[in-house]
T-cell receptor, first 116, second 116 residues
Framework: AQSVSQHNHHVILSEAASLELGCNYS??????LFWYVQYPGQHLQLLLK??????LVKGIKGFEAEFIKSKFSFNLRKPSVQWSDTAEYFC??????????????FGKGTKLSVKP | DTGVSQDPRHKITKRGQNVTFRCDPI?????LYWYRQTLGQGPEFLTY????????KSRLLSDRFSAERPKGSFSTLEIQRTEQGDSAMYLC??????????????FGQGTRLTVV
């Protein structure tokens, strides 16, 4: 079965530290990839997405992610985190079957706590 | 305002009762997803529709759960004979999936169900 793995359950950083959150998926074909963020008490919001083209994707609030097809990975990065980045981050994947999209599958999430 | 509306926002019910939730997607979106989320976990896929067709239903989903999208617009999720383990946030999302025209999924605020 297709799955999405997020390696870190909880990450604690100080402000200005660099961030990298891991995401791997298990699907051999073409995929669409997403990172969503959920701030405390709020709904899921899109941070960035990859459909095709440049594997280095830039999103909102200074986040970026790199799609490495050979590693089935889509890691999220930010050079310098802020206290306001404290949230839960979810990686998600849609496999593509001959040009049509499959289901949207989420990882279990990584909770990020940033100390001021 | 995300554009995806869910009603009600909160529901408290007694064990054994039936409950129904409604989701209104973004108007031009043809795909609609239902997820369940518990504290500290990622969204767990329940089912999804493309227009009025239910394309996939989670194998983990009990027969007590049923969803409809009769005219390809709004959707309802019904849980019969609720159990305490059904207590969770129920999320709806919509997207456009049509050949090369694909958008990310936009999420609603969710319906929080508490079974007492």
């Amino acid at each position: 079965a297709q799955s999405v793995s997020q390696h870190n359950h909880h990450v604690i950083l100080s402000e200005a530290a660099s961030l990298e959150l891991g995401c791997n998926y298990s699907y051999g074909g073409t995929v669409n990839l997403f990172w969503y963020v959920q701030y405390p008490g709020q709904h899921l919001q899109l941070l960035l997405k990859y459909f095709s083209g440049d594997p280095l994707v830039k999103g909102i609030k200074g986040f970026e992610a790199e799609f490495i097809k050979s590693k089935f990975s889509f890691n999220l990065r930010k050079p310098s985190v802020q206290w306001s980045d404290t949230a839960e981050y979810f990686c998600a994947v849609i496999p593509n079957y001959g040009g049509s999209q499959g289901n949207l599958i989420f990882g279990k999430g990584t909770k990020l706590s940033v100390k001021p | 305002d995300t554009g995806v509306s869910q009603d009600p926002r909160h529901k408290i019910t007694k064990r054994g009762q039936n409950v129904t939730f409604r989701c209104d997607p973004i108007s031009e979106h043809n795909r609609l997803y239902w997820y369940r989320q518990t504290l500290g976990q990622g969204p767990e896929f329940l089912t999804y529709f493309q227009n009025e067709a239910q394309l996939e239903k989670s194998r983990l989903l009990s027969d007590r759960f049923s969803a409809e999208r009769p005219k390809g617009s709004f959707s309802t999720l019904e849980i019969q004979r609720t159990e305490q383990g059904d207590s969770a946030m129920y999320l709806c999302a919509s997207s456009l999936a049509f050949g090369n025209l694909n958008t990310e999924a936009f999420f609603g605020q969710g319906t929080r169900l508490t079974v007492v």
